[in-house]
Structure formats: C-alpha cells, structure tokens
C-alpha cells in the first residue's frame, strides 16, 4: 500500500529564463531561452512524493484563472488528491520568475498571490486527510498562521511532520518542538541559527543548535555533497550522487517528496535519506521544477546503480 503523504503548501506557474549567468542588479543580459514549467515549493513536494511512490493530498489555495486550472490539471495527472485545494476569488495563482545560469545555479522572485491567503480555517477543513497520513510535508510559502495550524493538528493525531524552512525565516520553538525532520539547507541551517554553514562540521554544529530547540531530527541538505543526518543518537553524513547539474530549482523540494514517502514507508532514516539524495540528484539534471521529479523505478535504479 502507498504511504499517505499530507502536503500543506503553495503552488506557482514558474516562468524560467536560461541564460550564460544571471543578471546583476540593473544589467540586462540577451539570448535567453524562455519555458514555463509547474512550480511552488508545496507543489514541488506534492509532485515529487507521488512519483517517488506515496498516496498524496495537497492542501492549497490557487486563484481562478487559467494558472489554477492547469495547475489542478497538473496535480490530477500526477494521481495527486485535490479535494482540500481551494480557488480563490480575490487572488491569483501563485507565479515564479526564476533565472537559471548555465552552471545550473539559479535566482528565484515570487509574487505569492492566493499562496499568501491560505488560512488556518483551510487547514483545518483537511482535517480528516491529516489525521490518516503517515507523513506531512511543509514549507513556508504559505503563511506562518497556517503552516503552525498544520503542524499542531498533525503532532495532536501522531502524524510525524517534516517541515522544509525554505524560503528561510525565523520560526517560534512552538512550532520546532512540532517538527519530527527539518531539513534546511546550509543557508536556511545558517539563517535559523547563526552558525555559517560551509562544510559538514559546521552543519553538524547548526544542527545541534536546532535539536536543542525541540526539533527531532535535522537534516542538513548540503547540495552535490548530500545531507547530513542528525538527532541525539545519530550523526551521519550521506553521501550524493555524482551527476551533471543542468537545473538545481526545486531539488530541495524533490529530496523533501521523496523523504516522506521513503520515511512513510518505514525505512531507517539513513536509508531515507539515500533515497531522497538519489531523487534530488536526478532533478537536477533537468531543466524545470516539477518536470524534474523522478518517477519511483528512476530512483531505485540509480540506487541499485551505486549499490
Ligand atoms: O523551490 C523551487 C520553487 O521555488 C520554484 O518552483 C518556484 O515556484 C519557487 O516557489
């Protein structure tokens, strides 16, 4: 049976600019190559957990215009649960403009929309889905209010709760002692904690700053190098994947899917975490966020390759 995966996020149209680097302030660069792709951080992660093998509800607001409905589209195709996504009257889907350089670097500016108006009320109506999930999955483009009002009502039915802290903010030890896995990368590690995140020793040190804080387990994403695992017990370093990066939108969001479906599915967290790597590392050889997301047999194959 599919491990059921709650997602509580945003969605965005991302519109992609390919270009040799990205544009300094004021500069304008030519011989860009335009495409438009499905994206936001919730989504993402949506997307990328139904491929890698879980049984997946979003919870969501999109605005009622044509982004929405082919977002929705999206979503149904991808055999995701709808039920619990909302359209709103007042604002318009989520949009993304993202510059991605040829080293496969990218920069990222988003005009939320309907993202930005998901309620604690929208999440309480997807009450029955929370509590018979396995894992939820969050992320902080959608308000704060909503983002606490899901992590409570999982952590009151035991449902664990992986929160991604992308884009990075300052969060209250509340809603930390909620969280079963955080997983920031080096900048978000460094942003909740203070401590510059370069290498893993210093991974391992921000990490132990966030498990002081009530926080289960810390995962650290530290891109080609792979993701340090953390929790009073265990500190590990996984390794990952060597491939050739084309695009890096959105593998956080892919690693995030996958974890939840490998951690769903009740394998060790290390294992979980090779999993997740070897998902991410497959994104980002393609161009886009949620075309990126590897299918499940994609993932185990590339697993079984490095064995
Ligand atoms: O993490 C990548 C995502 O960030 C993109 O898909 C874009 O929509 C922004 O939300």
Redesign the pocket.
């Known amino acids: 049976m599919k491990p059921r995966i709650v997602v509580v996020g ?1 969605s ?3 519109m992609i600019i390919q270009l040799d680097r990205i544009p300094r302030p004021g500069e304008t660069v030519l011989g860009g190559r335009f495409t438009t ?1 499905a ?3 919730g ?2 992660q949506a997307v990328a957990a139904a491929r890698a093998g879980g049984g997946v509800s979003f919870v969501a607001r999109l605005g009622r215009d044509v982004f929405g409905d082919q977002a929705l589209a999206g979503f149904r195709s991808a055999g995701i649960c709808v039920d619990r996504i909302g359209r709103d009257p007042a604002a318009p889907s ?1 949009v ?1 403009l ?1 510059f991605v350089a040829r080293d496969g670097e990218n920069s ?1 500016a ?1 005009a939320s929309g309907a993202n930005g108006r998901l309620s604690p009320a929208d999440v309480r109506k997807a009450a029955p889905a929370i509590r018979g999930a396995a894992v939820m999955l969050l992320q902080l ?1 959608t308000p704060l209010p909503a983002v606490a009002e899901a992590a409570r009502l999982a952590a009151k039915a035991g449902v664990r709760v992986i929160l991604n802290p ?1 884009p990075a903010r300052p969060l209250p030890d509340a809603l930390l002692g909620r969280v079963s896995v955080l997983t920031p990368n080096e900048t978000e590690a460094e942003l909740l904690t203070g401590v510059k995140v370069n290498n893993p020793a210093a991974a391992a040190r921000a990490a132990a700053s966030l498990l002081g804080r009530g926080v289960k387990t810390v995962i650290v994403t530290l891109g080609a190098r792979g993701a340090l695992v953390a929790t009073p017990d265990i500190l590990q370093l996984v390794p990952g994947f060597k491939v050739k990066a084309v695009d890096t ?2 593998a ?2 892919i690693f995030n899917g996958a974890l939840a479906v490998a951690m769903g599915e009740g394998r060790p967290l290390i294992e979980a975490a090779r999993f997740a790597n070897a998902a991410a590392a497959l994104s980002v050889t393609r161009l886009g ?2 075309p990126s997301a590897p299918r499940r047999a994609e993932i185990e194959q590339l697993l079984a390759k490095s064995h």
């Open positions: 945003s965005n149209t991302d792709a994206g936001g951080k989504a993402n989520g993304a993202i990222i988003v483009e992308a939108t959105a956080g969001d966020a949620q």
